[in-house]
């Protein structure tokens, strides 16, 4: 049977066509990064997904740390920024398109996962915020297979069934998981700042109350609220014991050309560590 593959949506507009022309843009980015070496063990990865010449450099930073590791699958979880039809969403495709090649979908995780929790599985989507971090593991880890989860929900609190799931799969592997997040989306640059700040500073406690409230409100515009809830849930039973905040942004300071009257974006790169 053919493989049915994903492909690309985000080509020539988020990031380059061109797979030269995108990797050097990566490595660009990632040659300003310097490595840390008090990373032991990277559990789990908190990284934006708005097109790279907005959030790229910011995300380098959590990808450079991936650099010559080794990982089973890497778990995505992303938002769904358009009219979601279940609460947690996975293409059908067996694999997803990049201009750098393509990245087969660990079908026997997705379906060790259906068997414990409710998944919808979609056919087309455009969502973007998967396949934007996809370039990024390509050059940073080379060979890797992804379980891609859409998260069509908006509750904090309610992510249990997944947090339980997804490390009862994943207990005899070697997984990353990753949040797919940008910070929030306001008119006001420097509210953009003064709340991100705080957000960050949540997920770097690690205190899963602490995060779910600063995050619950409506007021909050952080798209992937429920991404970092699970992930951050998820890693530290994994073990994680630190989140290490390596770099936060926003659109306006990366970005200086924006016309007037448009959002400024926050955005952040953190990793979880075992020790």
């Not at 259906?114 to 989507?125: G, K, N, S």
């Not at 008119?187 to 960050?200: I, M, N, P, W």
Request: a negative charge; aromatic letters at 8%; proline letters at 5%.
């Amino acid at each position: 049977m053919k493989s049915i593959i994903r492909s690309s949506v985000l080509a020539g507009e988020w990031y380059p066509r061109d797979p030269h022309t995108l990797e050097k843009m990566i490595r660009s980015y990632m040659d300003r990064v310097s490595p840390q070496k008090s990373l032991d063990s990277i559990l789990g990865l908190v990284s934006p997904h708005a097109g790279y010449i907005y959030s790229g450099f910011t995300a380098a930073h959590g990808y450079k740390q991936l650099i010559g590791r080794h990982y089973d699958v890497v778990v995505i979880f992303s938002p769904f920024h358009g009219y979601p039809i279940g609460r947690y969403m996975i293409n059908t495709a067996d694999a997803y398109e990049t201009p750098l090649g393509t990245v087969p979908v660990h079908k026997e995780i997705v379906e060790a996962l259906q068997q414990r929790v409710d998944l919808t599985f979609i056919d087309t989507e455009e969502e973007h915020s998967i396949e934007i971090q996809l370039p990024f593991l390509q050059v940073a880890l080379k060979n890797f297979s992804i379980v891609p989860i859409m998260v069509g929900h908006r509750d904090v609190e309610d992510v249990e069934d997944m947090v339980s799931a997804i490390n009862s799969v994943l207990l005899d592997k070697n997984p990353l998981i990753v949040a797919s997040t940008d910070l929030h989306h306001l008119h006001s640059y420097h509210e953009v700042v003064s709340r991100d700040a705080l957000v960050v500073d949540a997920i770097a406690s690690m205190d899963l109350n602490r995060i779910r409230n600063i995050l619950a409100p409506e007021t909050c515009t952080v798209c992937g609220k429920v991404p970092v809830s699970i992930v951050t849930d998820v890693v530290k039973r994994m073990g994680a014991k630190r989140c290490v905040v390596l770099y936060r942004s926003n659109s306006k300071d990366e970005y200086k050309d924006i016309y007037p009257g448009t959002y400024t974006v926050g955005y952040v790169s953190a990793v979880f560590v075992g020790s």
